[in-house]
Nanobody
C-alpha cells in the first residue's frame, strides 16, 4: 500500500498560478505511474496529467501548455504546476499512484479560481 498526501491548493485569481504537491509514503521508483485528476461539483473526475517511473509524461489536451507534471525523486513527490488559471479550473484535485498491488488515491485538495 501507499499513502498519498496532496497539498498546495487554495484560492487564486484568474490568471494566477499554483503548484500542487503529492507526497507518497514509498519511493516513487516503486510506483509504476502517478497522475493528477480533478473533479468539479456535479461532474465526473477527469484526467489531467501523468508521469511514469521512467519519467515519461502525458498531459490532457485541455491543460497542455498551462499545466505541467513533474517529480522530485528524493522527496518521493510529484507536482502539478498550474499556470494561467481560469474559473473553470475550480475543482478538487486528486493525485493517484498505480502499483502492482492496485491504484491508490489521495484525499484531494481544493483549488478555487476567482474571476
Amino acid at each position: 500500500q501507499v499513502q498519498l498526501v496532496e497539498s498546495g491548493g487554495g484560492l487564486v485569481q484568474a490568471g494566477g498560478s499554483l503548484r500542487l504537491s503529492c507526497a507518497a509514503s514509498t519511493s516513487i521508483f516503486n510506483i509504476n505511474a502517478m497522475g493528477w485528476y480533478r473533479q468539479a461539483p456535479g461532474k465526473q473526475r477527469v484526467f489531467l496529467a501523468a508521469i511514469t517511473s521512467g519519467g515519461t509524461t502525458n498531459h490532457a489536451d485541455s491543460v497542455k501548455g498551462r499545466f505541467t507534471i513533474s517529480r522530485d525523486n528524493a522527496k518521493n513527490t510529484v507536482y502539478l504546476q498550474m499556470n494561467d488559471l481560469k474559473p473553470e479550473d475550480t475543482a478538487v484535485y486528486y493525485c493517484n499512484a498505480i502499483l502492482i498491488s492496485g491504484t491508490y488515491w489521495g484525499q484531494g485538495t481544493q483549488v478555487t479560481v476567482s474571476s
